[in-house]
DNA sequence: CGCTCTCCTCTTTTT
DNA sequence: GAGGAGAGCG
């Protein structure tokens, strides 16, 4: 309650704050309960509209997670429902895993939890299994991931007698996702659509994978929605058993949602009576940044005309970052049109500018990152609360290496996941084939795996009796082998193999699902198969699949395990130790950290020029989204780089500043001159400065000269006066890049000898392991740094702190 | 059947 | 530049 003469309990601390919805507030009158204490007025206005549609706007950092978690604590500990009676949907689980210990934690830990707190896919999983017959499944049906789905449709596509060159499956699987990301089944695909893949067959082939879903009792994530959407609306009396059970739907993120999340949303959130339709969505339009993947910004721009009643919520006080970040932030966006618009203000100081730092090159801003990042950690800054965040995961080498040469610790997130690594999914299919002897795409991934001498004639031969006699192809082995279609020895290998799977499974019952998976692997040969590689990775690997069969004994069994893996594709939480992160930008949403660095703002790269060419304007606006999440995850300092050449695709190439750069207030900003730097200082009052906006201050006219000859920035010509005339074209680039390089190893000299402390405890000849390139000799020791050869990744400079004795 | 070489492609990513 | 996939050779 935000007046100041309202009574409140005793001990109930909340900062009076203005604000004009006293009354509304006070209709569920009652002594305040705690969890509604410093809760400002919007944020508390949308806790309290309870009924009916409710749309909150939240601006990033206005305390959206806050919301939505009291709003459910208000809806439970008023008696508007219970736990189960609420459906509350997320995208990931790391958003639903955090909800529900933040409800917990405001609830106290209700008896069973909120059995419907959870993401889109494992909510419409839970569903479709109990109903899975109505959709032509077994309660059992396994779920593929994208890897799966694309050897399925390598299939398929073989099938068919298409040319899988032409017609790559991945094309395939992009198209049929992006008709399940809007509900259309075969049937209702677009003629236009269709007509895009293998002259026409699109839909054909889409309906022929169905179909091989359903004979392997599958469903892919699309079909997780899709198929639940398509229950719903064949079975009204299913749609209203939960029409009914769920009072309350909260949806978090829903300018992520794609048509089918909105559809499956309106059929579950629209009951008949007005009760029923108390729907909460909260999200933010201006950080709608997976458009590429099928979210729908319509979605949130039209919730009012979908919800005919409803109530909009704006949050707009931030609570993050300062005020100069802030200012930027809100200018950058203010480009873009269509928006609902939000106006984010802070009552934090100003303090300090955004930074805007031009490099040479992508190696020399990879260097002045660095150099920030310890800048700052030597004044006693936690590295822990330094982001780098990107654009493109291939920028993301360049500042490793660096952090790696600093001996800067840091982590990186994202990137491949745990259970998409080869190893784990080997492992694991091991484990599925054990399992469920029926899948298919498990046994044909383990069949040669380790190499066993079953290769292709093999497999055919399995395909063609499976195909022919209707059958799984591990019974279709069973039965070869009793014949004489198979040449003598494969026929062997492939009944030692049999016989093993069947006392695998027989072993299921009696032991422990850890102690199976280690026989599993070590009989099948697959722990032997890493440990005779030599390669660099090797190690790693064996490491992951000891972490997997550690947290296989996290769960009851093998089956939950297995549906855990299928939905939840993480294990183990980072550790947030003293370390720097470095993630996409996509990535990044939903963290904040005192200091951002932002590098990379350059045209082509940011806003990416693919995103323009397929998206146009949209695209554009998307990527601005972006920069302005990548703006706002920083509380206190944000530091934006960009360099004049990068290498893309392995070509060196030059670049211009990031349109989006010219599109921040002076007033907020701050250029730096990078020091020492080839770079050429300042950017230019670009050729982006359109009619009516203001001149950059720190123009120079070098620029548009060097425009004019081609040159994507005055590269060649500045600081060092009269070259720029040495013409476009890679020979002036690569003198540049030289010559910065050999400066920039000046530099490195200098940080690395004046870190050293004492000699090194290694010399010439040692053998050493590098986490990262693994197993090599040491050729020459200089204090605390080794120049080593890799046995696989060459000879490189390391910081003897980064290996081991090896 | 398996290994090696060459060619090709190449955002963003969750479930 | 680097990884993945396919072709071709041993």
Redesign the pocket.
């Known amino acids: 309650m935000p007046s100041p003469d309202h009574r409140s309990d005793p001990g109930l601390a909340h900062t009076p704050r203005p604000g004009g919805i006293a009354a509304r507030a006070k209709a569920h009158a009652g002594p305040e309960p705690g969890y509604l204490g410093g809760l400002n007025a919007e944020q508390r206005l949308a806790v309290e509209t309870t009924e009916g549609p409710v749309l909150v706007l939240a601006g990033a950092g206005t305390g959206k997670t806050r919301v939505l978690t009291t709003r459910i604590a208000h809806i439970l500990a008023t008696g508007r429902a219970q736990p189960s009676q609420i459906l509350a949907v997320t995208?990931?689980?790391?958003?639903a895993r955090e909800m529900k210990e933040r409800v917990a934690h405001l609830v106290g830990a209700v008896a069973e939890g909120m059995p419907w707190l959870g993401?889109?896919?494992?909510i419409g999983?839970r569903i479709l299994r109990r109903h899975a017959e109505l959709v032509g499944l077994k309660s059992n049906f396994t779920i593929l991931?994208?890897d799966d789905q694309i050897r399925l449709m390598?299939q398929v596509i073989a099938a068919e007698n298409i040319d899988?060159?032409r017609w790559p499956a991945r094309q395939l699987a992009g198209l049929i996702d992006s008709w399940k990301n809007r509900a259309l089944g075969p049937d209702q695909v677009l003629p236009g659509e269709a007509q895009a893949f293998a002259n026409g067959r699109g839909g054909e082939l889409y309906r022929l994978y169905q179909e091989r879903l359903k004979t392997l009792n599958a469903a892919d994530?699309?079909d997780?929605l899709v198929e639940a959407i398509r229950l719903f609306r064949e079975n009204a009396d299913v749609l209203e058993l939960y029409q009914r059970r769920f009072r309350y739907v909260l949806v978090d993120e829903y300018q992520d949602t794609n048509v089918a999340q909105y559809l499956w949303l309106r059929l579950l959130a629209q009951g008949r009576e007005p009760g029923q339709r108390n729907l909460a969505c909260v999200g933010d339009d201006d950080q709608s940044?997976?458009g590429?993947?099928g979210a729908e910004v319509d979605n949130i721009l039209r919730f009012e005309h979908d919800f005919p009643g409803a109530r909009v919520v704006r949050l707009e006080r931030n609570y993050r970052s300062t005020g100069h970040i802030l200012t930027a932030a809100s200018a950058l966006i203010a480009h873009n049109q269509g928006r609902l618009g939000k106006t984010l203000r802070t009552e934090d100081v100003a303090g300090e500018p955004v930074t805007i730092t031009g490099a040479w090159d992508s190696e020399e801003e990879a260097r002045l990152v660095g150099e920030e990042i310890e800048a700052l950690h030597v004044k006693g800054h936690s590295l822990a609360e330094m982001a780098i965040l990107v654009?493109?995961?291939?920028q993301m080498?360049e500042l490793e290496d660096r952090l790696v040469q600093l001996g800067v610790p840091y982590r990186v997130i994202?990137g491949p996941?745990f259970y998409?690594r080869m190893e784990i999914r080997d492992a694991l299919a091991y484990l599925r084939c054990v399992a469920s002897p029926a899948d298919d795409l498990a046994f044909e991934r383990i069949l040669?795996t380790p190499?066993?001498?079953?290769?292709?004639?093999?497999?055919q031969v399995l395909h063609a009796h499976a195909r022919a006699a209707r059958i799984p192809l591990m019974e279709a082995a069973r039965y070869l082998v009793e014949t004489e279609e198979l040449k003598p020895k494969?026929r062997g290998t492939l009944r030692e193999l049999l016989t093993a799977f069947g006392r695998w499974s027989g072993l299921m019952d009696t032991l422990r699902q850890g102690e199976l998976a280690e026989i599993v692997l070590e009989e099948s040969g697959y722990t032997d198969m890493w440990q005779r590689d030599r390669s660099a990775e090797a190690a790693g690997r064996l490491e992951n699949l000891k972490e997997l069969v550690r947290s296989l004994e996290e769960f009851p069994d093998l089956q939950a395990f297995l549906e855990h893996v299928s939905?939840?594709?993480?294990i183990g939480d980072g550790d947030t130790n003293e370390r720097v992160s470095l993630?996409?930008?996509?990535?990044a949403k939903g963290l904040e950290f005192e200091t951002v660095f932002l590098p990379g703002w350059e045209e082509g790269l940011f806003p990416?020029q693919?995103?323009l060419d397929?998206?146009g304007r949209a695209?554009l606006e998307?990527?601005r989204r972006?920069a302005h999440v990548g703006l706002t995850r920083a509380r206190r300092r944000a530091r934006i780089y960009f360099a004049s050449n990068r290498?893309i695709?392995?070509?060196w190439n030059a670049t211009v500043p990031s349109r989006f750069i010219d599109e921040l207030p002076e007033s907020a900003v701050e250029v730096i001159d990078a020091p020492a730097s080839y770079s050429y200082g300042g950017y230019g009052a670009s050729r982006f400065d359109t009619v009516g906006q203001t001149p950059s201050s720190y123009a120079t006219p070098g620029w548009q000269r060097a425009q004019a000859r081609g040159f994507g920035s005055p590269g060649g010509g500045f600081g060092r006066g009269g070259t720029g005339g040495g013409g476009p074209g890679h020979g002036g680039f690569d003198r540049g890049a030289g010559q910065a390089r050999r400066r920039g190893g000046t530099v490195i000299e200098g940080e690395l000898v004046a870190k050293s402390t004492g000699s090194s405890a290694f010399s010439n000849g040692d053998r050493v392991f590098h986490q990262k390139f693994g197993p090599g000799a040491v050729v020459a020791v200089d204090g605390n740094k080794l120049t080593v050869d890799f046995d696989k990744a060459g000879r490189k400079m390391v910081l003897d702190s980064f290996v081991t004795r090896g």
């Open positions: 995208f990931t689980n790391k958003a993401t889109f896919h494992s999983t991931d994208t390598k899988e060159k994530f699309g997780l940044i997976y590429w993947r654009r493109i995961s291939a080498r994202g996941r998409e040669n190499k066993r001498g079953l290769g292709d004639a093999t497999v494969p939905l939840v594709m993480e993630m996409t930008l996509h990535a990416n693919r995103a397929e998206s695209g998307e990527e972006l290498r695709h392995g070509m």
